[in-house]
């Protein structure tokens, strides 16, 4: 064999599984066939949170009128150092796969057989491989993407000159983070969302607040919204169908959000006992197994949450799984959106856990209770926590830090501290962090705030 691990797809979660089997000792080849660092660094989490984290400078500037300076967004030096950021990230992970002599191998690499994997007709064989090939974007029969008024996110981002009117389709987390994104940019923005509510499985005051605060901005949100395109020939035109009405909606640009599948076309599952599900994601165990033993999966290609925050832990599992060490994907992943307000989420909301039978109580923490959330000069917004028994099952956060915040009680739950316990814990003040010792003053002896 060339190599002991072979990882296809050099996204983070190939990065973070090449660099642990690495470091564990194993001779590690990663094949990529367009750029290190995948989607997220390239045109995902990285680019779109850049953009973001200057529109809410912005947005902080024009909500404190004693700073009397204005300002505004140059959209073409923002550009500029989001290239410039993407570049660094970049560059440190192929000098990190460098420095821990994981081989990198440029171009699109298919399966020939159990272990032998062919890269621009050269074949290189190894005992282990980890498919990490991540997932791409799907057009969809009534939004179809045609490269030029309906677009992808990451296209739509990457537009030069973005148009006046806009329609985003899916209120989940990419289509709320780039309404704020053309929103702040002064575009006339729309969202259309299938479902009753934003943010789709989200906690349902979570939506609402999240929706509230859109609409403030003057964003205008459809729920409940069956749609489609009927004509894109020069602005695209949709047909919605809403409970009691139907409407036809224009724009001059329409980002499709909704849609995405997991990128296998080169991977010859069936072949090498490789079983996805009915989705197409590859099925994994808790280690990142697939039902060959001999091959592992890692990302957006081994199934939901599609997150780069899950997709970089179940790359280190599965390389330390190579490598010889147990470990396991944990039980609680956050999730964040980086909205105008932030959103930091951990484990299940109330209503799904009441659905599946579970005795739960909740505690909410308005924002304006703490005091950081003055001088931040942002108090709206809660921490919400559901607890069973004496043990965090869920934490849903919207404010300012709420996607900093959320990691802290995810600690909490990974690791089955009790409310109990976590009354002896000290947040230093003033800090948005407070919120968790006050939820949990709340739960246990009475408010203090
Ligand atoms: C607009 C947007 C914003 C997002 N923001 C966030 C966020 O803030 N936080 C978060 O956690 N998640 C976010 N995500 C999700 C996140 O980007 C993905 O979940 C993450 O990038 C998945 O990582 P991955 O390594 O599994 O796959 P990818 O990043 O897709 O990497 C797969 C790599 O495999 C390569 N590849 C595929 N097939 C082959 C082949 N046959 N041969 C060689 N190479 C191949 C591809 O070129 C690609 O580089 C966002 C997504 C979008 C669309």
């Avoid at 081989?103 to 062919?118: C, D, P, W």
């Avoid at 003057?218 to 069956?226: E, P």
């Avoid at 280690?287 to 957006?300: L, Q």
């Avoid at 505690?363 to 965090?392: C, H, Q, S, Y």
Wanted: hydrophobic residues 40%; contains cysteine.
């Amino acid at each position: 064999m060339d190599f002991d691990v072979i990882v296809i797809g050099g996204g983070v979660a190939g990065v973070s599984a090449a660099l642990r089997a690495s470091e564990l000792g194993k001779s590690v080849v990663l094949v990529e066939r367009d750029q290190i660092g995948g989607e997220c660094i390239n045109r995902a989490c990285i680019p779109s949170k850049t953009l973001i984290d200057a529109v809410k400078t912005v947005n902080r500037v024009s909500s404190s009128p004693w700073i009397v300076s204005s300002s505004a967004l140059d959209y073409a030096r923002l550009n500029e150092n989001k290239a410039r950021i993407i570049s660094a990230i970049k560059e440190k992970m192929e000098r990190n796969l460098s420095s821990k002599n994981v081989r990198v191998i440029k171009g699109n690499a298919k399966i020939k057989g159990q272990g032998e994997v062919e890269v621009d007709g050269r074949v290189i064989t190894a005992d282990y491989t980890v498919f990490s090939t991540g997932s791409v974007p799907l057009s969809l029969p009534d939004f179809p993407l045609n490269g030029k008024n309906v677009l992808d996110p990451w296209t739509a981002m990457n537009l030069k000159e973005i148009k006046n009117r806009i329609i985003i389709v899916g209120g989940g987390v990419a289509g709320v983070e780039l309404a704020t994104l053309f929103r702040a940019l002064n575009k006339e923005v729309t969202i259309l969302e299938l479902m009753p509510q934003l943010l789709p499985g989200f906690d349902k005051d979570l939506a609402i607040t999240t929706k509230k605060r859109l609409e403030e901005k003057g964003i205008r949100v459809y729920l409940n919204a069956k749609s489609k395109i009927v004509n894109s020939e020069s602005t695209v035109k949709f047909s919605v169908n809403l409970p009691n009405a139907s409407e036809e909606v224009e724009g001059d640009l329409a980002v499709v959000t909704i849609g995405r599948k997991a990128s296998t076309e080169n991977l010859n599952l069936k072949e090498i006992g490789v079983e996805a599900d009915q989705r197409g994601y590859i099925k994994v165990d808790e280690r990142g197994k697939t039902t060959n033993p001999k091959v592992f999966a890692a990302g957006d290609v081994a199934g939901v949450p599609l997150s780069a925050t899950k997709a970089w832990r179940q790359g280190i599992v599965v390389g330390d799984n190579l490598g010889g060490k147990d470990s396991k994907m944990s039980r609680y992943i956050p999730s964040s959106i980086f909205a105008d307000m932030e959103i930091g989420t951990v484990g299940k909301t109330a209503d799904d856990l009441r659905k599946a039978g579970v005795e739960v109580k909740e505690v909410t923490v308005e924002m304006r209770d703490i005091p950081r959330a003055w001088t931040l000069n942002e108090i709206e917004g809660f921490l919400k926590l559901v607890v069973a028994g004496d043990k965090i099952e869920g934490a849903h956060m919207i404010g300012e830090g709420a996607t900093e915040v959320i990691n802290t009680i995810a600690l909490a739950m990974e690791l089955g501290i009790s409310i109990n316990q976590l009354y002896s814990v000290t947040f230093s003040h003033p800090t948005v962090s407070e919120v968790i010792g006050e939820a949990v003053q709340r739960l246990t002896r009475g408010e203090i705030y």
